[in-house]
């Protein structure tokens, strides 16, 4: 499938939320609410749903309790309940067995499915508008809370990065299921895909996809959260710093998607993103960015050094193992 | 009609270009090239083009020499070649003669039609993606051209808005002829409709209608460009000052859209933004944010006062004649 | 006297503390510690004392409960032992009559003393080298203690300003007796000294005189606490609007100075300043600025317009009197 | 010399200027120009001499055409004439043979002696307050000029690092002969000084040491210009990547001094660092922050790597030799 293969059929509005597995759920529940100063909505016998301030819906962030890091599964809303519908029956007539599943806090009935690379993703529309309670509420009637002013204080979800052993086959998935479409690519000189980032809004991308070193399925790479400049990019690595976060890279910018961001590893070992600035896409036809990696390349925007372990790592760890 | 009756129907993709109309063209282009650091890219006799660094057009500013400042026309590029013939069609339905046009400067043919309160737009979809010269070219392979790094070096257009004699009628055209979705509106206590903030992309807006105080046809509240980050709108009104151009409100935050701005009168008197910050809309059922002027209200975010001109002034400039 | 006839006597190092006075005490110690983000280190049966993260004294704020908002004291570190009792000498020969009295909270004996405008200093040296306890500690060896990352979160007390009847004595009393050095003043068409900002550092300012518009005396005009950037100004902005703090005036930038700064009234009336930005002095023999107000004018850098009551509103409040 | 042994007799008021060695004397100057934004205010035939837009004397940096990169000379302004004679006096005392020398460019007579480490200080009082001509002069009273608005547009000369073969004779030497103070220190396991940062201002630092690795004389490792905010030098590495110079290191924090920078080589090759943030100093009896090095340690504040150039790179360039 090319770029001009993609979809003009609207399926995916946008990321609805990520459900991580922790090992160390606790501590991965105050890093977020402390930490990121994300607000714990509701909590379950197994599971907590936490919220960026700016987010719309109930949560963006579920935290499931569990032997090992990784992901749950990623959640986007369609653009409408026939949206939904017609992606489901796309899924079916091209294979996929998925399922409808109840939704949990404040979102409707859902449909799950796995792609090839084993990545859970559910498509879902029925969904709550948050309303905040008094003491959370904010004066700007276009804001669903007011932020939190604790830690780093991200506003919303931003973007998953998804590690594939397939980059290829999965940006083909989510260019035919999701409706998304093809902003900016890491290739080898050989042409090997080893990186796709995709939108399905004007941003230069809501869902990416790496080279899984390990060859693995289902792990993660890292989920993002945003904030409102650069400047609180780099207060949250002050304060990642004073709290014994591990950073693993950054505060710097990206090339691709002109990111300012820092990475972070959550309690339980998930690889987390702050990020900020970035650009806007508007072109309907839009020409992917095409960046080769050389061979041994490790720098990137303002010859930052990439860190081996940002190529190396994902969850679940499996750098025991392989 | 209601948000509820919007279209479903794909229009208009983004904002495309401006033009605007200047008495002292001269000084108005040097305005947007040595101030705003913006590149000229193209002029004729009477007209010169002029582009943001990250415009992936070629111009997305058009200044006209013309005997009183003003707009000359707003011009969206439709979704598709589709998209646009279906739009014609929507048009003359409706009863609005327009006519098509031939482009210019990249630009394929459009169709320009003026909507009820007076204001010209054009509809295209042919463009021409711009490739930067060698010493203007950026090493970022997302980007179009490298920042001019000159002035307020503003990276694109961002949105426009219009002083109408008829909100409500304005916004209702721009709901069923251009696929705009309401993301804010302000009302007089009455319920009357003094401003309707509207969007084509995931920006919380690109087109904006405010009430006429002269009840006039086709005049310009003002055009709006973008910067990186807050920081670049201080920086901006400090090189506005050093160069003495005349800054009319700002820097500061608006509630409607959580934008951080500065306004300045370019040198034939039109109204221009410099803007930063501000939120997207993800939501495919966003519920418009509602906001009520109380009279003599003239404060807004962070207890900012407004000054007077901000509601009084539009291009061409009535005062006289009022 | 003119500049000229400055002390070359070191006196003053640097602004230690200031003492607020406040009705509503238990509100305001809420707003220092919840809003602003500072610490409470201590507290006596009226008094509380608080410190900036920075500050490297145990504390930079006294808050007194008593019946009208107001000054306490301000009080000045000497450069040392022997600059102190030399100021008391000075002090004494030019018929000042003052007082031995003990420290507090850290801090060793001092000597208060009035000037003629009625305002209460205190010159001391011995001092306690703030140590955070261990939740409270910073991995940055050069920081007394981490960021709160509370509320606004300031750094460090910057300056005083003082609203006094006769700008020009109280400008010669800070230039004799403190050490301090004339960086700017703005005057009257006529030449009317109506307010003088000093130094005793590389700040441009660490003591501000400004014209007391009901010409009474000992009445404070703001203290000022410092943050890290113009965005974190920008962000106390915002979380003074979320928790209904009222903001007289900015955030905007200070032509004298070239500060970027936001004031807002603390619960018991006090106008307080939140700063970034601004410039330093290094030229021993530095001419000072020198603006000079129109009659009516009211505007400066950016063309921002400065509120009636920024002029007119001190503590006490005497506008119920006068 | 401990620091209690610190002069209290005030001797440099603060840097004045550096004079680089330039091979390729041209591009220097139009990386400096056009890059950093600085003015060229004078040229003679091997020398340039060029000023920050904040800069209150004529000029800041001097270029002067050489066969090798490195240091020419730094240039300490004095608190006042008397501060120069009695320095002079204490030097020839202390057996070192400077010798006066004519100023240029706004300069008065200075004295010039080395150091043992071999670097050429130079102390002067006499000097012009520049005064812009009317294009580049500032609307704001308190700035000796506008900013330029170009390239990084760095305000003014922050400090200069030097490389040493013995770190603590050069740290005492400015401590007794140029009357610096001890802010911060980096010492091996063993105790040995392998850095030094000294103040004269109440800036953390103005003049600093490190560690010469290949034990040479007379080295420069870096001359730093200052910006007004960490977005300003995030902008700026923009700039270098967009114009193709080599950035070494940043943009970052420096544990020490809290600084934010990035690290550039101009075009002759000489280490240049821009720089924004960190804090001041205002004790008098401020104890020393003492950082120890690890062997190996190559990570800082946020968990930066630190390339190994940094520690290895000086001007001249020994490396083909040593």
């Given at each position: 499938m090319t770029v001009g293969d993609e979809q003009d059929r609207a399926v995916a509005a946008h990321l609805g939320h990520v459900e991580l597995l922790a090992p160390d759920a606790a501590a991965t529940v105050a890093f977020f609410t402390d930490v990121l100063g994300m607000s714990l909505v509701a909590q379950s016998e197994r599971s907590a749903y936490l919220r960026g301030?700016?987010?719309?819906?109930?949560?963006s962030l579920k935290v499931t309790e569990s032997p090992a890091a990784g992901l749950g599964h990623i959640a986007f809303r369609t653009v409408s309940a026939e949206a939904l519908d017609a992606a489901v029956r796309a899924l079916t007539a091209a294979g996929f067995e998925g399922k409808w599943v109840d939704g949990d806090e404040g979102q409707g009935t859902g449909y799950t499915v796995r792609n090839g690379d084993g990545h859970a993703f559910e498509l879902y529309f029925e969904t709550e508008h948050y309303v905040a309670p008094r003491e959370a509420a904010s004066v700007y009637r276009n804001q669903a809370a007011r932020s939190t002013s604790r830690g780093a204080a991200v506003e919303r979800i931003d973007h998953v990065n998804l590690a594939s052993p397939d980059v290829r086959a999965s940006r083909e998935f989510a260019q035919r299921h999701l409706g998304a479409r093809l902003s900016e690519q890491l290739l080898l000189p050989d042409g090997t895909e080893i990186g796709a980032w995709m939108r399905v809004t004007s941003k230069a991308y809501d869902l990416t996809y790496i080279a899984d070193p390990a060859r693995a399925r289902d792990r993660l790479h890292h989920v993002a959260f945003r904030v409102e400049s650069r400047e609180e990019v780099l207060r949250a690595a002050d304060i990642f710093t004073e709290r014994g976060c591990f950073i693993e890279l950054g505060p710097a910018k990206h090339d691709i998607g002109s990111t300012f961001f820092v990475y972070v590893y959550e309690p339980s070992g998930n690889r987390i993103e702050v990020c900020a600035g970035g650009y806007l896409i508007f072109a309907p036809d839009w020409t992917p960015a095409v960046w080769t990696l050389e061979p041994g390349e490790r720098f990137q925007a303002w010859n930052t050094p990439i860190v081996e372990s940002f190529f190396a790592y994902a969850t679940p760890d499996v750098s025991g193992i392989g």
């Open positions: 301030w700016r987010d719309y819906e109930r949560y």
